[in-house]
């Protein structure tokens, strides 16, 4: 009876372990390169977790109506190495976005680049290496 209880429990926490591979999703899926947009509004919220950090973003269309996008980054891991920080985005900020929009056309898209009312430039992609230098 022991041995089949501790066998049950090995195999469930065997199939838990594959739970958060199985929730990561691959960019190609979700968001489309070929539907870039260019967002200029007003940052109402910004999340710094695991996986992805997100920001929200109050956009007014030409009408004056307002939609809220969400704008997913890199992981702050990975922000944080490139000169992020929690507090690198801040509601009320006035910020434009290009983005590639998501594929299921809702107000999703996965950030690019940002550039803040200051003139300060955000991304949380590796600057490229210099040319070679001859």
Request: net charge neutral; no cysteine; aromatic share 6%.
């Amino acid at each position: 009876m022991k041995l089949a209880l501790s066998v049950v429990i090995a195999g469930a926490g065997l199939l838990m372990m594959g739970l958060p591979a199985a929730a990561h999703h691959s960019f190609a899926a979700e968001y489309d390169t070929a539907q870039k947009v260019t967002l200029k509004g007003t940052v109402t919220k910004f999340d710094w977790m695991n996986p992805h950090a997100h920001f929200y973003l109050d956009v007014k269309d030409p009408d004056g109506k307002v939609a809220n996008w969400n704008l997913e980054l890199a992981s702050p891991n990975m922000m944080q190495r490139n000169g992020w920080t929690r507090h690198s985005l801040k509601e009320g900020d006035e910020v434009v976005v290009t983005a590639s929009r998501a594929k299921d056309g809702t107000n999703t898209a996965s950030a690019e680049t940002i550039q803040k009312s200051d003139g300060t430039k955000l991304t949380f992609m590796a600057a490229p290496p210099p040319p070679d230098v001859k």
